[in-house]
């Protein structure tokens, strides 16, 4: 049963450039949540995806954008990329179904570690 | 005030040593807890749910105090591998509402 998968693991860009980070997320889950994780933070909350539409978002600029497509898989995007844009972008999968049980259990992928110079 | 709070740490303690971390939230109304574990480099993995009458599981014992908003992981017998940070997470209401992680607290069990 493969997990939440993350493309790519690494990836360098320049100031002002856009990128593009994939997630597959848990088979079974179809709620695919965004995290960037700063060296030495907590991962911070981007946006939560749904039925492909944006369901919750946090205090991030709409030069964070995303989109899940049919089959659950998502593309988180970041335009006009600025040096604090460096970080691990966290992708985590969840059912809707473990709301009902007060819980949301998160499962992650291993991360896209984003470097800006 | 953050939503979610923890010491950064470190924590430095002796393998065989007993450790615990706390966790405050400020949102009275968050219904969901959790403990993360980060080890250096790689993604979160969900150690244990925090439940209202406190859980234990193995070596690590969580417990939940709403009138004082703050959770607890305890940790008995440390070992090596237990090395890691450990992230408190909050979920304001259950599932569709977005968790909130603490900034982790990090320890380093020594030999």
């Known amino acids: 049963d493969a997990g939440v998968t993350q493309s790519p693991t690494h990836l360098i860009k320049t100031r002002g450039q856009q990128v593009t980070l994939r997630c597959s997320p848990k088979?079974?889950?179809?709620?695919v949540s965004w995290y960037q994780q700063a060296l030495g933070q907590g991962p911070q909350f981007i946006f939560q995806?749904?039925?492909?539409?944006?369901?919750q978002r946090g205090n991030f600029p709409d030069r964070f954008s995303g989109h899940q497509y049919p089959n659950y898989s998502s593309e988180l995007n970041v335009n006009a990329l600025l040096l604090g844009d460096s970080a691990l972008y966290l992708c985590?999968?969840?059912?809707?179904?473990?709301?009902?049980?007060?819980?949301?259990?998160?499962?992650f992928g291993a991360g896209s570690r984003l470097t800006v110079l | 005030r953050k939503e979610v709070e923890q010491d950064p740490g470190p924590f430095n303690v002796p393998e065989g040593a007993t450790v615990a971390f706390n966790c405050t939230y400020s949102?009275?109304?968050?219904?969901?807890f959790f403990w993360y574990r980060q080890d250096c480099r790689k993604e979160p993995k969900l150690l244990m749910s925090v439940y209202s009458s406190g859980n234990e599981d193995g070596r690590f014992t969580a417990q939940l105090n709403r009138a004082s908003q703050y959770i607890s992981l305890l940790i008995r017998d440390s070992k090596l591998s237990d090395s890691a940070t450990y992230l408190c997470v909050v979920n304001p209401r259950g599932g569709y509402q977005k968790v909130t992680f603490g900034t982790g607290t990090k320890l380093q069990v020594i030999p």
């Open positions: 985590a999968s969840s059912t809707p179904g473990q709301e009902y049980s007060g819980a949301n259990v998160l499962t």
């Open positions: 088979s079974g889950h179809d709620t």
């Open positions: 995806y749904y039925e492909e539409e944006e369901r």
């Open positions: 949102n009275s109304a968050s219904q969901s």
